[in-house]
């Protein structure tokens, strides 16, 4: 008599299990994969140097916002003297170039910019190659958010000062605008060799991202908007800049100890974009423009910062407000429509931030 033996019992959830991970793997276009980063539908190209230069603070000499010389509040942070450093600094900024070559620079895209380097944009789908070159003292790098990578492309390992690599991230669709967000969102570039005490970022190392949903990229801007603003509110610790010794070295007598609290808290430059008391000044803009604004924060626990604009609101993941609260490591946008015309502050709510500095000026005309 033939008997039937029973049949392997099947395990129903492994197979569901299975079948949801696969589906999710098949519709989620940010799983990295070496198709992903070789063959994608649009390469934009991007030629960026880590170049040191001598940086300046304040370089009108003057409080914008007060329009006086500077007093004993501003020489604090910026007075040179034998055991001061001051408002000029060494330091480390990315800059683009033309091509690979790296002989002709590209014009910064706009002087309120400061020490940030070049925006890099691109849109949903696209990839993203950047040819940078270490032009500078330290081993340095270019570590992106938002986007995908894979270890290679990291950006956590030091690229050797006079030696070139090339990077290569992909933008899936979660790298880009949420439901709730407008047509384009931010993210923060910087060098992340230093990691333990951001000495790389504290060098000046540091630009933005912005992805834009796909189509919505136009000559620099969302196709919906009429001008895009960045903004870094961040306190620039030169006390552990990798130039300290440096800027002692040129700037003082060199006798100063590196523990002095004097000493410590004249390096402590409450600036955006690299600017302090109203030494950022935005270029203008046009009444009733729509203006996005990217608004970043880096640093340690000190870099809690409450950006507020005066004169005009923003809308921001769909509230209204004049105030964005940022953390380190934080990019927001916000949307303004320039309806009130005049010139503005825009600075840090905290008060020993704006005390310290830490205020810039916009003007709607």
């Not at 050797?160 to 047509?183: I, K």
């Not at 620099?220 to 961040?234: Q, T």
Request: with cysteine.
């Amino acid at each position: 008599m033939l008997v039937q033996k029973p049949l392997p019992k099947f395990n129903i959830s492994a197979l569901l299990i299975f079948v949801v991970l696969f589906a999710a793997c098949k519709k989620d276009k940010n799983i990295l994969t070496t198709s992903t980063l070789i063959t994608p539908t649009t390469f934009r190209t991007y030629y960026v140097a880590a170049e040191e230069v001598e940086w300046n603070y304040a370089p009108t000499g003057m409080n914008q916002i007060t329009g006086n010389v500077f007093g004993n509040k501003e020489g604090t942070y910026l007075q040179n003297d034998t055991d001061r450093v001051g408002k000029k600094n060494i330091k480390a900024i990315y800059r683009e170039y033309t091509d690979a070559t790296f002989t002709k620079l590209k014009p910064q895209e706009s002087a309120d910019m400061g020490l940030l380097g070049p925006v890099i944009r691109a849109e949903v789908g696209d990839s993203i190659k950047v040819v940078f070159k270490n032009k500078a003292s330290f081993p340095f790098s270019i570590h992106p958010h938002g986007v995908v990578y894979d270890s290679n492309n990291e950006g956590i390992t030091g690229i050797l000062p006079g030696t070139t690599f090339t990077y290569q991230w992909a933008v899936g669709e979660n790298s880009g605008p949420a439901v709730r967000d407008g047509s384009s969102v931010g993210w923060i570039y910087h060098s992340h060799v230093m990691e333990e005490d951001n000495k790389d970022i504290y060098a000046g190392l540091v630009g933005a991202i912005v992805i834009y949903r796909k189509g919505y990229l136009d000559q620099n801007k969302p196709k919906d908007m009429d001008k895009e603003k960045f903004a870094l509110f961040m306190i620039m610790d030169e006390n552990n800049s990798l130039y300290l010794s440096a800027n002692k070295a040129k700037y003082t007598l060199n006798h100063v100890s590196n523990d002095d609290p004097d000493f410590q808290e004249s390096n402590l430059k409450h600036s955006v974009n690299g600017l302090m008391y109203g030494n950022c000044k935005f270029t203008a803009i046009k009444a009733n423009d729509k203006v996005r604004w990217y608004v970043m924060d880096l640093g340690n626990e000190l870099d809690n910062h409450t950006a507020h604009w005066h004169g005009n609101t923003v809308t921001a993941s769909g509230s209204r407000t004049d105030v964005l609260y940022l953390g380190p490591a934080n990019l927001l946008t916000a949307d303004m429509n320039a309806n009130n015309a005049g010139n503005w502050q825009f600075h840090c709510h905290v008060n020993d931030h704006i005390a310290a500095g830490m205020i810039a000026l916009y003007e709607v005309k």
